[in-house]
């Protein structure tokens, strides 16, 4: 199972928005809406940002949104800001209780 | 409170195996799956496989299989991942987490366990 495509790298200015995409196939996230986020500060554990594609846990400002069009999923981290800056991981369902992350994007608050 | 307590460092030479242990807390152990996780130093997250505590049933991602066990034992709410015939690029930390009964996304998060395989 190949990873979920992300880009290397985002970055925004504190207040802008910045959207991640997350790539997959029509056997994963365009099959399945199944696709969640995770947010990471280095050093520590994921944190779940959204799942369900679109779906936020309590707690989660709701700066953060996801959606899907087709094979691919985006985050939208609204208003940036300084705590924004870290690693952030897509996750899809793949079918036959398989599980693909994506290949991470680092996100940079300029 | 929901808690995935892990052990801690290993430091392993190439070939050997390691056993990484995650201890459940505050949430009826045998209800959710548990899943590995893995990450290399500078790399994404690499899914491993799960493991059912109910059931003991487990699942394993095709890259891992013949190398890894999940178990678990119900009676101390422990969960364990075990990677055998280790190398270099095992290297990695490894962390557990928690799949929602039903659902498809990873809610709690061991705090990782650091695996190093070198000679």
């Known amino acids: 199972q190949s990873a979920l495509t992300q880009p290397p790298s985002a970055s925004g200015s504190p207040g802008q928005s910045v959207t991640i995409s997350c790539t997959g196939t029509s056997s994963d996230v365009g099959l399945y809406n199944y696709v969640s986020w995770y947010q990471q500060y280095p050093g520590e554990a994921p944190k779940l940002l959204i799942y369900a594609v679109s779906e936020r846990p309590s707690g989660v400002p709701d700066r953060f949104s996801g959606s899907k069009s087709g094979n691919t999923a985006s985050l939208t981290v609204s208003g940036l800001q300084a705590e924004d800056e870290a690693d952030y991981y897509c996750n899809s369902y793949a079918g036959s209780n398989n599980f693909v992350f994506g290949s991470g994007t680092k996100v940079t608050v300029l | 409170q929901v808690q995935l307590v892990q052990s801690g460092p290993e430091v392993k030479k190439p070939r050997a195996s390691v056993r990484v242990s995650c201890k459940a807390s505050g949430y009826t152990f045998n209800a959710y799956y548990l899943h590995w996780v893995r990450q290399a130093p500078g790399q994404r997250l690499e899914w491993m496989g799960q493991?059912?505590?109910?059931?003991?049933?487990?699942h394993y991602a095709q890259k891992f299989l013949g190398r890894v066990t999940m178990t678990s034992d119900t009676s101390v709410s422990t969960a364990y991942m075990e990677l055998s015939s280790l190398i270099s690029d095992d290297t990695a930390m490894y962390y557990c987490?928690?799949?929602?009964?039903?659902?498809?996304?990873?809610?709690?998060w061991g705090q990782g366990t650091v695996v190093t395989v070198s000679s």
């Open positions: 987490a928690r799949l929602p009964s039903g659902r498809f996304f990873f809610d709690y």
């Open positions: 493991i059912n505590p109910n059931s003991g049933g487990t």
